[in-house]
């Protein structure tokens, strides 16, 4: 039998310890959820501040009475102040003939028929809603009909319109300040 010579085996050395060659801070995912998390707070401070159901929160001093007015400044009488004016709005229709008159408020109408003349005012509180007025003339009559609407608020006319013939309608709106 023959034999191979075997080669001397040669002396292993120690392995050097490897440098942490770790990802970049940046392809890690924890950071990026951090991030996420931080921007997320930071957005819930600052859009936070106002109710999520339509409320407006309230920053400042709380308004004061005219009796505590009066207090406060040692006057043992209440401060007169003039009350402000509220506001009015009147909607009116017209129609040659027969008329329908449509107006609406946020979220709901009401429907009402006329002849010749329409008009209907609010105030204060009632005009907070409002969006506007529409009135059609009637169907079944003639190609000449002629129908307007008009908004005017405290006394002073802010939209207009008129239009014609059977199936003419015309549609005001009520400004929103």
């Known amino acids: ?30 950071f990026w959820l ?7 707070g930071i957005g819930g401070a600052i859009g936070g501040t106002s109710g999520g159901s339509g409320q407006s929160t309230q920053t400042g001093p709380a308004p004061t009475t005219a009796s505590e007015q ?10 007169e102040q003039p009350k402000p004016a509220e506001k009015t709005v009147e909607l009116q229709a017209t129609a040659t003939g027969n008329g329908t008159v449509i107006w609406m408020k946020q979220g709901s109408s009401n429907t ?8 209907k005012t609010f105030t204060g509180d009632e005009t907070k809603d409002l969006v ?22 405290d006394g002073e006319q ?10 003419g309608s015309a549609h005001c709106t009520v400004p929103l300040f």
């Open 34 to 40: 951090i991030v996420v998390v931080v921007v997320l």
């Open 1 to 30: 039998m023959a034999t191979t010579p075997t080669q001397p085996q040669q002396p292993s050395q120690p392995a050097e310890p490897k440098a942490k060659t770790g990802k970049p801070l940046l392809k890690r995912w924890w």
């Open 112 to 119: 009402e028929q006329f002849n010749g003349t329409w008009s």
């Open 132 to 153: 506007g007025v529409s009135v059609s003339g009637d169907v079944l009559g003639g190609n000449d009909q002629q129908v307007t609407c008009k908004v005017i608020v």
């Open 158 to 167: 802010k939209d207009a319109k008129e239009a014609s013939g059977s199936a």
């Open 70 to 79: 009066g207090s406060a400044s040692g006057d043992s009488s209440p401060a």
